[in-house]
């Protein structure tokens, strides 16, 4: 079956730990996302991706890094420069030339202490 | 610049119940809509969409009329089960970009 994978379901680091995020999607989609979702603040855009060896950053990027090394996997590694990396991580992906619909994995939930 | 907003939950109802979430937008240009829901410790499932003015998406008994004068995209449906609990987050994308814009998502509690 298609889709996106995410993993692990939960993750647990201490304070001052980089710490890497896995994303993989065999939809054969162009474009892929990170999102940062805090309770009652919704969906808050990374970085995203539109093709393999290049990435933007999004609204709250300071802190992450990623890579695009690949067209199906798109890491993402929070660093011990992000002030408050607790929270639920989404990954998402689109088609090219429909950057309108995306598919979302089902999350990463990152306790940092 | 571009923004969703939705009504605050959590919203309640019991099953059967008729079910409106209130979504307005300001954006420039003409975005695409979008109805998201999340399952709880789940990612976003795209629920339905509305790609120009007056469209109507619709799947799984919810619907949502792209309505520009009003900027709005309410979502409704008309007789709510405990299994459609969930938060529902609205969404714009405007052409040419790749960026989403979403709502703070409004929580449902269906009871039996």
């Known amino acids: 079956d298609g889709g996106i994978t995410q993993s692990p379901k939960y993750l647990f680091r201490k304070e001052g730990q980089n710490v890497t995020l896995s994303c993989e999607q065999n939809?054969?989609?162009?474009?892929m996302y990170w999102y940062r979702q805090d309770p009652g603040q919704g969906l808050r855009l990374i970085y995203y991706s539109q093709i393999v060896n290049d990435f933007q950053k999004g609204d709250i990027a300071e802190g992450y890094s990623v890579s695009r090394e690949k067209k199906e996997s798109f890491p993402l590694t929070v660093t011990s420069a992000q002030k408050n990396p607790t929270a639920f991580y989404l990954c998402?992906?689109?088609?090219?030339?429909?950057?309108?619909?995306?598919?979302f994995g089902p999350g990463t939930r990152l306790t940092v202490t | 610049g571009n923004s969703v907003t939705q009504m605050e939950g959590p919203v309640t109802l019991s099953e059967e119940a008729f079910l409106t979430i209130n979504c307005t937008y300001t954006a420039t240009g003409y975005p695409s809509l979008f109805w998201y829901v999340q399952y709880p410790g789940e990612g976003l499932q795209l629920l339905l969409k509305?790609?120009?003015?007056?469209d109507k998406g619709s799947n799984k008994g919810f619907e949502a009329t792209y309505r520009k004068e009003t900027t709005s995209f309410h979502l409704e449906k008309g007789s709510v089960q405990v299994s459609d609990s969930a938060v529902y987050f609205c969404a714009l994308s405007t052409s040419g970009t790749y960026k989403y814009i979403f709502g703070t998502g409004t929580r449902l509690k269906v009871l039996a």
């Open positions: 939809l054969n989609h162009d474009a």
């Open positions: 998402a992906s689109s088609i090219e030339g429909q950057p309108y619909e995306q598919y």
């Open positions: 509305a790609t120009k003015a007056d």
